[in-house]
């Protein structure tokens, strides 16, 4: 009996250590998962205060300004609440906001596929082996430091200044403005005789002169974009090109085929990007309205409902590329 009790107590002694480490794995996977999530929340904290604290009370404020009259008297600034008289304001009375609005979007319509075709043409190009990729890479992100902060500022100044000297030598004596636009004209019609000769439409000759015109903001404002598919194409497997080459698939397959659909997301990423980037420039012809606008005397709740209903213009284009977009993108199941 005594050595049945032993063997017993040894099977359970060995049972009970079987277990533990068990228990301990379990707890060491939700403490790991516990630590990732607290580690994501304190990374997004800062931003979380700063919207809270910062941003919050200034929507709520802006909100409340666009619904109001505002009247300046000895105690302040006194807000009288109008409804939506200012949002009809900016729709229906004032000519130039629909005008300059529509505008906008026009000139957006053209800028942001020229903007994702040039980066990803770019961003192929230099993926490909060849000595100084590297300088060429900094080269061409280069305007995009240029063009941030104070040396945006500058230039902006100097492109007002000398659009000012064009205007004033137009109306002395009407030479050298009189060239520049002409050279304009001549290079517009130039590029729809070409087109004129192969037999295609007109509409196709205005889009290409005017991304022939605005190449220097095209290639300012595609540097971020060039990185993102730089990041993208490198992501890509060497061996799946291996395989394609050994099945003898050409190069324009290989690209519709196997690097499209695998840079497809950040396509998604760099089409939102383009869209937030391009409707907020100070460049932008809207903003610069709505900044007009509020400076009034007594336009400061005209010009918050108009920021606010660009706001909701750029949201709804924003929805409808992104759902547009999402149907065509590929993502790359991987087994955990």
């Known amino acids: 009996m005594d050595k049945a009790l032993k063997k017993d107590q040894v099977l ?5 250590v079987e277990v533990k480490p068990l228990k301990t794995k379990k707890r060491k996977s939700k403490s790991l998962e516990k630590q990732k999530s607290v580690f994501g929340w304190l990374f997004i904290l800062p931003f979380l205060l700063g919207f809270v604290l910062i941003y919050l009370p200034m929507i709520i404020s802006s909100i409340q ?10 105690i ?31 000139g957006m319509a053209f800028d942001i596929p020229a903007i994702i075709i040039f980066s990803l043409f770019m961003a192929i190009l230099l993926n490909q082996d060849m000595k100084g990729r590297a300088a060429f890479r900094a080269i061409f992100f280069v305007p995009v430091i240029v063009s941030t ?3 945006e500022s500058i ?32 290079s517009a019609i130039d590029v729809e005789r070409f087109f004129g000769s192969m037999k295609i439409g007109a509409e196709l ?11 220097y903001d095209i290639v300012n404002r595609s540097g971020v974009q060039m990185l993102i598919f730089l990041a993208a194409l490198q992501s890509i497997s060497p ?11 050409t190069g324009w397959e290989t690209f519709w085929k196997i690097t499209f659909p ?75």
Do not use: H
């Open 262 to 336: 695998m840079i497809s997301p950040m396509i998604l990423v760099n089409l939102v990007y383009t869209i937030i980037d391009s409707f907020t420039t100070k460049s932008n012809v809207m903003m610069s309205f709505i900044t007009s606008a509020s400076n009034q005397p007594n336009g400061k709740p005209v010009g918050t409902a108009m920021s606010w209903l660009y706001f909701l213009i750029v949201i709804i284009i924003l929805a409808v590329c992104a759902a547009f977009a999402s149907l065509f993108v590929f993502y790359q199941r991987r087994d955990k």
């Open 239 to 249: 061996s799946i090109y291996e395989s394609c080459k050994v099945e003898g698939a």
């Open 205 to 215: 000759a205005g889009i290409v002169s005017q991304w022939a015109n605005n190449v």
């Open 149 to 151: 902060g104070i040396i």
């Open 65 to 74: 300004i666009s619904f109001s009259s505002i009247a300046y008297e000895d």
């Open 155 to 186: 230039d902006l100044q100097n492109i007002i200044a000398e659009a000012g000297e064009n205007i004033s030598q137009i109306g002395q004596d009407g030479v050298q403005g009189a060239t520049n636009v002409g050279s304009e004209i001549i």
């Open 12 to 16: 359970n002694d060995q049972t009970t």
């Open 76 to 106: 302040g600034q006194v807000l009288t609440w109008v409804g939506f008289k200012n949002y009809s304001y900016a729709l229906f009375e004032d000519a130039d906001f629909v005008k300059t609005l529509v505008e906008c979007l026009g």
